[in-house]
């Protein structure tokens, strides 16, 4: 089974700041994927990044980094340079590799930049 | 392209009446999955379909069921609803064999009354 822990029910940052959202997991898994989804009050929920648990580098996607440790399970999101816009909920999920697989979520962490 | 296309966006239902979603994929994605979103339990998976066949489900009871037609276009029923089914349902596709994310719809807002 897995798990994914977010510690951080809301966070606040300025805007123009960097902020990091942390996530940790578990999982039994040898290969595995990570996922970070943005989902405004609108309600969809919005692909950010992916990071797979063979992939060398830590995955980057415009503003958004994956901080991936994984001797120590964490897959935290780093937003730079944050604008009004990123004020959102924010889940880390996982899948294991392979078909017939599921997204597990996290809790959230909800964000709020503020001027 | 269009997106994942999810109807109706609300929903009022009572408590024992049956309730149909529909969820339209991105074109060339053939595996839909179903997460029920409520406050208390966060976001859950309900099943996925590939193909026309059910590939995986969550723990959820029987009341709940989908399918998956050959357009790849899915829908999921609940019968008999109760208060606790009140939640957002999101469907999400993927073209299947990817690690890449899944595509979400906005969802579908039920409230049981």
């Known amino acids: 089974a897995q798990k994914i822990t977010q510690t951080q029910p809301g966070m606040f940052v300025q805007e123009k700041e960097a902020v990091t959202l942390d996530c940790t997991y578990d999982t039994s898994d040898p290969s595995y994927g990570l996922f970070w989804y943005k989902q405004p009050s609108s309600g969809e929920m919005i692909f950010l990044i992916y990071q797979g648990s063979y992939d060398q580098q830590n995955a980057t996607e415009g503003r958004y980094s994956l901080n991936f440790q994984k001797a120590r399970k964490s897959a935290n999101l780093v937003i730079s340079a944050s604008q009004l816009g990123d004020s959102a909920m924010y889940f880390c999920?996982?899948?294991?590799?392979?078909?017939?697989?599921?997204?597990?979520f996290g809790t959230g962490t909800r964000l709020q930049v503020t001027l | 392209k269009a997106g994942v296309t999810q109807t109706p966006r609300y929903l009022i239902k009572t408590r024992g009446q049956q309730v149909t979603l529909s969820c339209s994929p991105i074109s060339g994605h053939r595996s839909v999955s179903w997460y029920q979103q409520t406050p208390g339990q966060g976001l859950q998976f309900l099943f996925e379909?590939?193909?026309?066949?059910?590939?995986n489900k969550g723990n959820f009871p029987g009341r709940f069921s989908g399918r998956q037609f050959s357009n790849s276009r899915s829908e999921m029923n609940v019968s008999t609803l109760e208060l606790g089914d009140s939640a957002l349902y999101l469907c999400a596709s993927q073209k299947g064999g990817t690690e890449e994310g899944y595509t979400f719809g906005s969802g579908t807002r039920l409230t049981v009354v």
């Open positions: 379909y590939f193909s026309e066949t059910q590939r």
């Open positions: 999920a996982m899948r294991p590799t392979g078909t017939a697989s599921k997204l597990t």
